[in-house]
Structures are given as structure tokens and as C-alpha cells.
């Protein structure tokens, strides 16, 4: 119903501002990495992995996940790549949660739990590889309720035990994005 001028423009807007989020994530993705191999530092290499599945978990958020640096994506590998992006962008974050804090969970117990959240990896991971998409939802909110569980666990008893201001900061950030994914979902079933 929108006018062709204005369709265009909105259509040109669209792709500049795709294109700024695309590239400046790249760009510093890119500088993470090259940090990572000069300073031989392997949360460096986590951290660059993790902010280019962000910039993924964006656009399906924004609903342009159906392209990738300006190309398109065939349509019968857009479900395959959601699921894919979902478990690669879980396993990251556990990834860059358990190297972050790695000397203050050492410190605070449980260890168990860290192995359940381990194998919750595994699990997404194998779900994404093997099951449709329909019934890799129901998976998915299971498994990334654990994994988001487990990690409130240990950042509050990480708080609580060692007042440790970087995981005051992971907190704060953590709750940022669970307040926005939230939203995500009820916006999504209130239409």
C-alpha cells in the first residue's frame, strides 16, 4: 500500500542501515581476532566468534537473517541456518560465560551444574543438526532455560562470594538482553 517512492526509500534505508550493524560488527570482529592471534589469547578468538553469531541473532530478531553481507540466503537453508545460529550463539555464550569466570567458579562450588550446562551444548547442538525446525523450538526454549538458569545461578553466587565487578557487568548485561528477549517473545504473541 506504500507508495513506490516511498517503498524505495524505506527498501534503500533498510539496506544502509543492515549494512552499517553488518559491517561495523565485522570490522570488529575482525579487530578481535587479529588481537587474539598477536596476543595469543583464546577469549579473544570466543569473543569474535560470539559477536558475529550476535550480529546472526540480530537479524533473525530483525527479520533479516534472510540475507548475509547483502546476498541473499537460499530459502531451503533459512530454517537450517536459524537453528544453526541459535545453538552456535548458546554454546558461544556458555563458552565465553565459563572462560570469563572460569577462576571464580573454581571458587564458588557446584561443579555439577557446570556439567549439566555442558551437556545442554551438546544437546541444542545435536537438535539443531537432526530435528526439523517445529520440534527444535520446544528443544531450544528447554535447553536455553537451563543454560539461562545456570548461569543466573553462578552469577549471583559469583556476586555473592567473590563481589567480582566483571560479573557485576555480565550481569547487568545478561539481564539487558533476557529483558529483550522477553519482550521479543510477548510482542511476538500479542501480535
Known sequence: QWPAGQLATSAQEY?????LLEGGLLVLSAFVLVTAIINREWLHVLL???LL???RMGAISAGW?????GRSI???????TRKLTIATYFVLTYALFARLFRDDLRRVGAAWLLHVAQWSCVLILAAALTLPFAPFLPV???TVGIGI???VFFLARILLVTRSAVALWYGASLAIVLLAGIYEVLAAALG
Open 15 to 19: 539496506h544502509r542501515n543492515a549494512g
Open 48 to 50: 569474535a566468534a560470539w
Open 53 to 55: 553469531a550476535s550480529l
Open 65 to 69: 537473517d534472510t540475507q548475509w553481507l
Open 74 to 80: 537460499p530459502a531451503d537453508w533459512i530454517l537450517l
Open 140 to 142: 531450544m526454549w528447554v
Open 149 to 151: 538458569a545456570v548461569i
